[in-house]
């Protein structure tokens, strides 16, 4: 089969085509046809190197994808033949609580990720997908999808009134802005792109601030919110957001520490103003099998759409990663098989 590998070094010059023969799945094992799959930040993190330099390779990156069942092993009875199937990002976490253990299993580092014609999964990894989306649309789901589903719905509990602030206009921004939408929320966009803010009005955002041209974005969210601050805050740029965030923030309220944008390590956080506002800091890894089954109710009860930014053919992967570096996207970026 046609794949490509992370090999001999980091960097995208390090992402090569390559061949390997079909997998073969076990007993409790599901192979699957890719279709398409989605593109997230965190698969330019692992294929630079920084997300994990011990990393093992050749490695076949990108975690997220959309395929058909084509073959089962002879103990697997979840799925038949033809369904279509997401791979959830931690191979391991059905639900509850994550554990250490868990932390191994996700895809496209360490395990192989989808960027291949062909993958092998648990078929307790695997999720149906909403009938509605297209194969990039789902593709979009997995990381980006289930972690905004977790800040938002698990652990924002976002309720009608409540008012949101999401950064950017990258994957986990859009659908959090949708989710937060879907529960009533008053939801603030972030982006360095005038053109952008008005694109996420279109899907549903109140009120959008240029972090560019206004770098006090916290202070137009307290504005905005006659001086009470928002609920909760899905925080993505890390180094260059958090202190901000937290000014934004209302008493009692909560930020999801999802993403590290501009860095991960806060120079000048301050604990006195979180203990002042009683805030909560909820940090989000992803998320479990339940949630996205969840979520995959609420999208199909809802028939949403999740915001596709552009489509690459297989061939064009490698240009499809040096577009996400660019950083110009809107939403998804996919690749269709
Ligand atoms: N904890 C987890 O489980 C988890 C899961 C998924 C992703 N993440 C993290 O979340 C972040 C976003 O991931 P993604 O895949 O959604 O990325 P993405 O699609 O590549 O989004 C990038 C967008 O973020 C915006 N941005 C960049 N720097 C920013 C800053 N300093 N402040 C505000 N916005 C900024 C830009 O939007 P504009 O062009 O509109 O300015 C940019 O286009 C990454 O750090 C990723 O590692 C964490």
Same mark, same amino acid.
Request: net charge negative.
């Given at each position: ?10 960097? *995208?010059? %390090? ?6 023969? #079909?997998?073969?799945? /076990?007993?409790?094992?599901?192979? =699957? ?25 050749? *490695? ?41 253990? /868990?932390?191994?299993? !996700?895809? /496209?580092?360490?395990?192989? &990720? ?12 695997? #999720?149906? =997908?909403?009938? %509605? ?18 800040? =938002? ?49 279109? *899907? &549903? ?19 905005? !919110? ?10 993505? &740029? ?13 008493? &009692? ?18 604990? #006195?103003?979180? =203990? ?47 577009? *996400? ?13």
């Amino acid at each position: 089969m046609k794949t490509y590998e992370i090999q001999g070094g980091f960097g *995208l010059d %390090h992402v090569i085509a390559s061949e390997r023969p #079909v997998p073969v799945p /076990g007993p409790k094992d599901v192979l =699957i046809k890719m279709r398409a799959v989605s593109l997230n930040y965190r698969d330019l993190g692992v294929i630079e190197g920084f997300y994990n330099p011990n990393l093992k390779l050749p *490695l076949i990156p990108v975690s997220d994808g959309v395929g058909e069942v084509v073959a089962l092993g002879e103990q697997a009875s979840r799925f038949k033949i033809g369904d279509r199937v997401s791979a959830i990002f931690t191979q391991s976490w059905i639900s509850g609580e994550p554990t250490q253990e /868990g932390w191994v299993s !996700t895809l /496209g580092n360490p395990l192989d &990720g989808l960027l291949a014609e062909y993958a092998v999964i648990r078929e307790e990894g695997l #999720v149906r =997908i909403p009938e %509605h989306l297209t194969d990039e649309e789902a593709a979009a789901l997995p990381c980006a999808g289930v972690t905004a589903w977790h800040a =938002i719905v698990e652990e924002g509990r976002v309720k009608a009134g409540d008012t949101v602030v999401v950064q950017g206009t990258g994957g986990v921004s859009l659908f959090a802005l949708q989710f937060a939408k879907l529960h009533g929320a008053n939801v603030i966009v972030t982006s360095s792109s005038n053109e952008k803010l008005e694109r996420a009005k279109s *899907l &549903g955002a109140d009120f959008g601030v240029n972090y560019s041209s206004n770098p006090d974005w916290d202070k137009a969210v307290l504005e905005h !919110t006659d001086g009470r601050g928002a609920d909760l805050i899905v925080d993505l &740029g890390g180094a260059a957001t958090l202190n901000r965030s937290l000014t934004a923030l209302r008493v &009692g309220g909560q930020i999801s520490i999802v993403g590290i944008l501009s860095g991960a390590s806060v120079e000048g956080f301050n604990i #006195v103003p979180a =203990i002042l506002k009683k805030a909560r800091l909820q940090a989000i890894n992803v998320g479990s099998r339940d949630m996205f089954e969840a979520m995959n109710r609420a999208i199909g009860q809802n028939t949403l759409r999740p915001a596709i930014d552009r489509v690459f053919p297989f061939e064009q992967a490698v240009d499809a990663l040096h577009y *996400l570096a660019k950083g110009t996207h809107f939403g998804k970026i996919c690749i269709r098989f």
